[in-house]
């Protein structure tokens, strides 16, 4: 017994040293959707405060497929070391553990650290589609029922449940395209073999001004200031909707709490440092920081409201 005893305390007393000297080499940070996302923006200007404010290399590491379930599995099952973060969705953890019948992550494997930034999300169509708003979307699509396509990053995502709704709302018919991400949809857009697509402002901004994509209208529940002559969702004949991702840090379940308080103080102070802001700003990003357990009171809040959209609308996955 008191060998047992004396092997906890050492086990313990080690635990204790390395919180204290952590991090003591590089910290990969998993982004579970593919480069050129919203995610990998976001990813990729939060591991760089990270690695000034932490003293080591945090390097971003895309892995994506499966609605960002690969790259999510991946982190929890994980060494809860400090050394494997995820930058998840709200998708991860408000939408999947509701739409995936055999989801290979569950929440219980996750330890909240902060949110980083929020994301709105635009409705961008092909020029050739002939259409310039939302209210003209319907009445085409009402013309020519599934005959047009749009685009998604998967099932189950935002980016489909968004969509799925306004069909249910508006009474018309679109044909869902699933893709891995935003990036891999983007050049079908571009060249019109896709007709329609709901991607973040930070992906679509560039094509909009440069009149390669249209905006048909914005899933804020404000106009943006990064466009402020396209009309939200809201005003054009669906009051109150919205569609929009956030992205959150997480570490694998049983992380120090030392360790959790540090990246979450890192967290905090980077995205509030102006350049970053900025940064995150112009490109239709809105960077927040918080505190672990904000973040896990909006997930549980958005984890009610999206499993009755799916119920409502009968969607699961057929996995």
Not at 96 to 112: A, G, H, R
Not at 222 to 228: G, N, S, V
């Amino acid at each position: 017994m008191r060998l047992f005893l004396a092997v906890l305390a050492l086990l313990a007393a080690c635990a204790s040293a390395d919180a204290q000297s952590w991090p003591s080499r590089p910290i990969k940070l998993i982004v579970p959707y593919s480069a050129g996302g919203s995610g990998d923006i976001v990813g990729r200007g939060i591991a760089d405060k990270l690695t000034k404010s932490l003293g080591q290399g945090v390097v971003v590491e895309n892995r994506p497929g499966a609605s960002g379930n690969i790259g999510t599995a991946d982190v929890a099952n994980s060494r809860a070391d400090g050394y494997t973060l995820l930058l998840g969705s709200d998708i991860q953890f408000a939408i999947n553990p509701n739409f995936w019948s055999n989801l290979p992550y569950q929440m219980k494997q996750f330890d909240p650290i902060s949110l980083v930034a929020t994301v709105d999300l635009v409705l961008t169509a092909t020029p050739s589609l002939g259409i310039s708003d939302l209210r003209q979307l319907v009445s085409l699509a009402k013309r020519k029922p599934a005959a047009i396509t749009y685009g998604s990053t998967g099932p189950g995502s935002t980016h489909e449940l968004a969509m799925e709704s306004l069909q249910e709302l508006g009474g018309f018919k679109l044909t869902e395209v699933p893709y891995r991400g935003s990036a891999q949809a983007i050049p079908d857009l571009l060249s019109g073999q896709l007709k329609l697509m709901l991607m973040g402002v930070p992906q679509s901004i560039g094509y909009v001004r440069s009149g390669k994509l249209r905006a048909l209208a914005v899933g804020s529940p404000e106009r943006l200031a990064a466009l402020p002559y396209v009309a939200t969702i809201a005003e054009q004949g669906f009051p109150g909707f919205e569609a929009n991702n956030y992205w959150c840090l997480y570490a694998p379940a049983g992380a120090d709490k030392r360790i959790i308080d540090k990246l979450q103080q890192a967290t905090a102070h980077g995205v509030a440092e102006p350049d970053l802001r900025a940064r995150f700003l112009a490109t239709g990003l809105t960077p927040i920081g918080s505190t672990p357990q904000v973040l896990a009171a909006r997930i549980s809040a958005d984890s009610a409201k999206w499993a009755k959209v799916i119920a409502n609308l009968h969607l699961k996955s057929n996995n």
